[in-house]
């Protein structure tokens, strides 16, 4: 694996679902464009998934490049040649990555391999591209593995599930979509309302509306909002920007540009002392120990 020097600690993971089975994610919540290389051989199909702002993939050493926007998805497979991850995430960006053997993959689909058009036997030596929109319910699923409230033990588990049900919904027949298994869902413009209401929070992170302010604001039912919230995030309104604040706060800490008076006040904390509090509480650290140990 190759990084790109510029990138920020804390900005990329990288998860093993199984052997040679890998969940990559970037999250990206600095002022700058983050740059990511990782070498994939020909034996990897890729799926990439923008869940908020945009970003790019370059291949042929930059000379052909492909933008991916929110709530769009890229597959790649090319048998004849390696091609390697180089991402550009931009600024306030989450971009999400799986890759797998494209042998582990057939497998998924040993009796629809005529429904997947390029696992036939005439296509399944050829390269594939394919672009698409991400449907409301893959954009649960994306969102929950982005930010999640587990316990450690249960943490791969949780992962693997994810990963596999994502996958399902990417190539479930429209036909056969179910909604009804997630009532809220059914109108889908309730997950539009949520995601704004995600949007306005973070966006006002320092100053946040409250509960009822932000119902107003998205024109949701209070009760809807919470319900809404917790199902396609996975946690409570204020937990979830609780967890979004702190990691804004280590990655800020990581780019050694910002001290922890500053990181403090920008995520809207009073005092020096709460601040310090708060990163403790969630990461078992003061600011001033973690960046003390990104130096050593």
Not at 149 to 168: C, Q, W
Not at 192 to 204: D, Y
Request: net charge neutral; with cysteine.
């Amino acid at each position: 694996m190759i990084l790109d020097k510029t990138i920020a600690k804390g900005i990329y993971e990288e998860i093993s679902i199984e052997d040679d089975f890998f969940l990559l994610k970037f999250n990206n919540e600095t002022d700058e464009i983050q740059r990511f290389r990782r070498e994939v051989n020909s034996n990897f199909i890729q799926f990439h998934f923008c869940v908020k702002g945009t970003g790019s993939f370059s291949f042929n050493n930059g000379n052909y490049r492909l933008p991916i926007q929110e709530d769009t998805s890229l597959l790649l497979y090319n048998p004849q040649r390696d091609l390697p991850i180089e991402v550009s995430v931009n600024p306030y960006s989450w971009v999400l990555s799986v890759l797998l053997p494209i042998e582990k993959f057939h497998t998924l689909f040993s009796k629809e391999a005529n429904y997947i058009s390029f696992l036939s036997e005439e296509n399944k030596d050829k390269k594939y591209y394919k672009d698409t929109h991400i449907s409301p319910s893959m954009a649960i699923v994306l969102n929950q593995l982005m930010n999640y409230n587990l316990h450690p033990t249960v943490k791969a588990l949780y992962f693997k599930g994810k990963i596999y049900e994502l996958l399902s919904l990417y190539f479930n027949r429209p036909a056969d979509a179910n909604v009804e298994q997630c009532p809220f869902l059914v109108d889908e413009e309730n997950v539009v309302k949520i995601k704004r209401a995600k949007e306005i929070i973070i966006s006002q992170m320092a100053e946040p509306p409250t509960l009822l302010e932000l119902s107003k604001e998205i024109n949701l039912p209070l009760k809807r909002l919470k319900e809404g919230f917790k199902q396609i995030y996975g946690d409570s309104v204020f937990s979830f920007l609780f967890d979004y604040k702190m990691e804004v706060a280590r990655q800020l800490l990581a780019t050694g540009s910002h001290n922890v008076n500053e990181v403090g006040l920008r995520l809207g904390y009073s005092t020096a002392s709460h601040f310090i509090a708060s990163f403790k509480k969630k990461f078992g650290t003061t600011p001033k120990k973690f960046v003390m140990g990104l130096s050593n």
